[in-house]
């Protein structure tokens, strides 16, 4: 973003923008494309098969000009929530078009302003957006196995997923999963979240290695093939990781990742929407935010 948008948006108010429903798909990934690496996960999703669940709201300044852009994942509470361009431009939106009761907001810190108005807001996590190309890559060799969907049950025990709650045997048709096994148990595995080839992303997660057979370098062996697979297919490639897990930045710097952003999550609930009544969600989403399995 540069500085002279950075300062327009220290003057703008909500008032000077107009927020819309927005479903056209070139217009949102044109807008998307403005800082590829920090929309990653949205741009993944765009073309992928969880984008019939997803609201997208557009808010533009009184000369039409796209200002900002959110975009809601419908289901559950609580519910994912992005925040793209001008702050202002996001409140305008949460004002009038998304209006989540209770949200996982993922944005940087400068969108604080954008949610206090309209939310309560529970401390903050921080996060690394981390990324890597074809040329910055740098493979770590290690005895890993491409995982396929008779793999499910395994994968859903490292995670720790029960019956009902774990991941269906699609995203491993869908994604790229790989593990490495330890007297035939899975112990460490690495996946995705979303791979877009016409947007030229993809999106890393679920990077898991179990609490007896962490420090052995199974995550960056995990990572770094499912990391190889998508380069195959992709220019670039992101990641989430906490700021302040040292361990798995050095692992991911390691394979040639480097930061693009720092981000904000936080968890956010409409006010009058009874915030109080959600505090034992809240309390369980605190606990798996900070005890997320890192390498």
Known sequence: MSDAVRGKI??????????????????????LRTDRLY?????????????????????????????????????????????MGDPAA???ILGATLRPRLA???????????????????????LLRMVVDRNSFTPWAGSVERLQTRDVDDLNRLYRLGLGSGFPASVLDEGVYYGVRANGRLVAAAGTHAINPREGLAVVGNVMTHLDYRGRG??????????????????????????????????????????????????????????????????????????????
């Open 39 to 83: 929309a990653a996960y949205a741009l993944g999703d765009l073309d992928g098969p969880s984008r019939s669940r997803l609201a997208w709201g557009l808010a533009v300044d009184r000369a039409g000009a796209a200002r900002g852009l959110a975009v809601q994942h419908m289901g559950l509470a609580p519910q994912t929530l992005f925040l």
């Open 218 to 295: 199974f995550a960056k062996a995990v990572t770094s093939a499912v990391t190889a697979e998508l380069l195959e297919r992709v220019t670039d490639i992101a990641l989430n990781v906490h700021a302040s897990n040292g361990s798995a930045v050095a692992a991911y710097t390691h394979l040639g990742y480097h930061t693009h952003r720092e981000l904000t999550e936080w968890v956010a609930g409409r006010r009058g929407a009874g915030w109080a009544l959600t505090a034992p969600l809240r309390a369980a989403l605190r606990w798996s935010r900070t005890n997320r399995s890192d390498p």
């Open 104 to 126: 996982f907001v993922q944005a940087t810190e400068e969108y604080r302003s954008a949610l206090t108005d309209l939310y309560d807001l529970d401390p903050p996590v921080r």
């Open 90 to 92: 996001c409140r305008a």
């Open 10 to 31: 220290a003057l703008a108010t909500p008032s000077e923008f107009r927020a819309r429903a927005v479903s056209d798909r070139d217009e949102i990934a044109a807008f």
